[in-house]
């Protein structure tokens, strides 16, 4: 049963940790990355070597509870949780969800009007209803693809880099030895930083993917029935996610070390979506970079779309009972599907809305990190479980980045609130 988890080709043995990592980098992140680059230059650098190693450690726990028992999280934490409690995670999660999905719809509208003109609302409900069908009408194994493809819409942002003067002494100085800045706003980007990076909804997506390929995958069983296939499987797992996050925090570097270099070193300060980065590239960089950064928006908005829908589809399906999977016909799985048509279109009708997009941002950042503090404890608990876990504890390396990772969020979650409104 070793051979459960081989697969032949680069992009077939990476899938949930790296479509996550990619997704992680949405619209809404690029805005966050630029609006941190272009307020303080390089000094912010280092948070994404903070990062990594939390992101890895999180997401591995998770995708090995999904391998384990062949359920996605929300589905394991039904299973040791009052319901009502779940119940009210899941709506928090949905509505930062939603809040999120307007901002990268509208992002995905704004981004393609720079390129060809027209109306921005029109590109960007165009986009969120490809993605619906997409996910409704075409079979996971054939969609599964294109997610991955997707990714690669990513590496604009490195190309973009490569087409400005960077002073890479610098650089490498203030990511290897940061000059940290004691002042509120300081911390409150570091804290936008870490929320971007550390999302409720990658938790859930990257189980729900690990156990839906349990399902598609015919010679794979949940782990707690096949211990035999756990060796192969947890190996793929680690591989899969530190490829996935090391892209996501590589992109996300890059898109900081272009905001400050171009906007920043030019006195452009202040960002308020990624667009807008995308417009101030172009008089300062030139054509080129400003199309790769605008074309990358595009790309990961697509990309984040799917992602963001499926994962809150998926967390509430488990919940109630329902048929999930985006392997399941349209038909038996209605209630799955239909709530990921409600919740894209939902962030279509907000995106229209004449409503500040850093307003909402600001207000998905609170709900993610009401909600992901107590859901990384409660991630930790149920992985030292034995009626979760069966007979597979985490090892000591992956038990100490998933306790890292929930108290560096804690305390950029009490950050965050102990600097609203200053």
């Avoid at 850093?358 to 909600?371: E, K, P, T």
């Amino acid at each position: 049963m070793q051979d459960a988890e081989r697969e032949n080709g680069i992009l077939n043995r990476l899938g949930a940790g790296l479509i996550t990592g990619a997704a992680d980098d949405d619209p809404s992140g690029i805005a966050t990355y630029s609006q941190v680059g272009a307020a303080y230059g390089f000094s912010l650098l280092w948070s994404v070597l903070l990062c990594l190693p939390l992101m890895i450690g999180i997401q591995t726990v998770c995708a090995r509870m999904g391998r384990v028992t062949g359920h996605g999280l929300a589905h394991n934490l039904k299973a040791c949780m009052p319901r009502p409690l779940v119940l009210g995670t899941v709506g928090l999660l949905f509505i930062a969800n939603i809040i999120n999905l307007s901002a990268d719809i509208g992002a995905i509208g704004a981004s393609a009007k720079l390129l060809m003109g027209g109306p921005a609302p029109l590109y960007g409900a165009i986009a969120a209803i490809l993605s619906v069908l997409l996910q409704i009408f075409v079979p996971f194994a054939r969609y599964s693809p294109i997610l991955k493809l997707l990714t690669l819409s990513l590496f604009a942002y490195v190309v973009t880099v490569f087409a400005i003067h960077v002073p890479w002494a610098t650089v490498f100085r203030h990511t290897f030895w940061p000059q940290v800045k004691p002042s509120a706003k300081y911390a409150v980007s570091l804290v936008a930083v870490l929320g971007t990076t550390i999302s409720p909804y990658l938790f859930f997506w990257q189980s729900s993917q690990e156990a839906e390929e349990v399902r598609l995958i015919s010679r794979r069983r949940p782990l707690k029935r096949a211990p035999r296939q756990a060796k192969a499987a947890f190996a793929r797992i680690k591989n899969d996610t530190i490829v996935g996050m090391l892209f996501s925090e590589v992109v996300a570097f890059f898109i900081i070390l272009t905001a400050a270099v171009v906007l920043h070193a030019h006195g452009k300060t202040d960002i308020q979506s990624s667009a807008e980065a995308a417009a101030a590239l172009k008089p300062l960089a030139g054509e080129f970079a400003f199309v790769l950064f605008a074309f990358g928006i595009i790309g990961t908005g697509m990309l984040a779309i799917p992602v963001l829908a499926g994962s809150g589809a998926y967390a509430l399906g488990e919940t109630l009972k329902w048929r999930v999977g985006l392997d399941a016909k349209p038909l038996s799985a209605k209630l799955f599907y239909g709530t990921i048509a409600v919740a894209t279109l939902a962030g279509v009708s907000l995106s229209f809305a004449p409503i500040d997009p850093i307003r909402m941002l600001f207000w998905s950042a609170v709900i993610n990190g009401v909600v992901s503090v107590p859901l990384m404890f409660v991630i930790m608990w149920l992985s030292t479980r034995s009626g979760v876990m069966g007979k597979f504890p985490l090892p000591l390396w992956l038990r100490g980045l998933g306790w890292a990772s929930a108290l560096a969020m804690t305390c950029a979650t009490v950050l965050m609130f102990a600097t609203i409104g200053r």
